[in-house]
């Protein structure tokens, strides 16, 4: 009678762990988690946040810290003394730089008010002679432009591609990133990320923006509506050799841009969205800015294959009752 409550208080036990373990792990994937990415001309920014707790990723868990050197102690005494030497040395001094500099700074004053107002006038010089040249080029460029860019919608329609601009280099990054996750190599696919965030441009906008496009409808889809972007940002200044070159680029990554971002909003929910692109006619190279804000409870994500769990017991169980069958027919051949 004892041996049987101590087996029925050791299994009431084993339920009660098993319950509080099953609910720990519950509360843990029900837990929001917020992941944000910024990226300007020269700053990246990458954190996580789980619940309360916000974890900064990029750039201070990818990059090195070096080494403070120590600070050699001195000796307390001598530090006084020369504390003492040094004050009363630098008082003197104080008091004969604060008269000279009360009678030259009229003076300094004025010469810097002559300089500030001359280099004004050079400057605005300056730039009234560019801004007229540029004026002139042009008005000789656009009118080519428009033209070399009904060329090009022309030739889309008719099945010719318009020149990529799209970098195969950065959606290749990404495209490993992919493989490594199916291939459940997640180090492969943090040191890629690694370095396609570390070496994050213009072209790796562009690129997220072409794998956006292609993947929306098919894995984004699954456990899009389980997902919010609470913010998405993008900003491109787009340039080129010539206005003719800029405006066709600029009519390439809108083709890109804005049918991801339509396809996006179909499979997920968006709070926030915003797309600004400007064609720069005088800038020397292109230039980008990116917000990404997303949310999630990885709880969530399960729930699309929830309807998968009854499949696989009774697979289970088929197998079982097989393997049984195939053990007992051995058996009994022997």
Known sequence: ????????????????????T?????????????????????????????????????????TKKEKKPKKVKKDSKLRNKLRLKVAKTKQKAKDKVKDIATEKVADIKEKKAAKSDLDDAIFIEQEEERIAVEEVRLAEEIPKAEAEYKAAETAEKEGKPWPDVVSREETSKLDEIKEFLNNKDFIGAYDTAKKFMSAFSFDSIIALLSTIGDAAGKSISKVGSRIVIKQLRIGLIISGEDAASTAIKYGRIAAIAYPSLGKLA?????????????????????????????????????????????????????????????????????
Do not use: H
């Open 266 to 334: 179909s499979v997920m929910t968006i709070d926030d969205i915003a797309l600004d692109m400007i064609p720069d006619y005088l800038a020397i190279k292109d230039r980008g800015e990116l917000r990404l804000n997303v949310a999630f409870r990885p709880l969530m994500l399960f729930t699309p294959f929830m309807g998968m769990i009854p499949a696989f017991m009774k697979g289970g169980f088929n197998f079982y009752k097989d393997y049984k069958k195939v053990k007992k027919a051995k058996g009994t051949t022997t």
């Open 1 to 20: 009678m004892i041996f049987l409550k101590i087996l029925f208080f050791i299994i009431i036990l084993g339920l009660i762990l098993s319950l509080l």
């Open 22 to 62: 099953l609910f720990t792990i519950l509360f843990a994937l029900w837990v929001k988690i917020q992941i944000c990415f910024e990226y300007e001309e020269d700053k990246k920014v990458f954190w996580v946040k789980y619940g309360l707790i916000r974890l900064k990723i990029y750039p201070e868990m990818f």
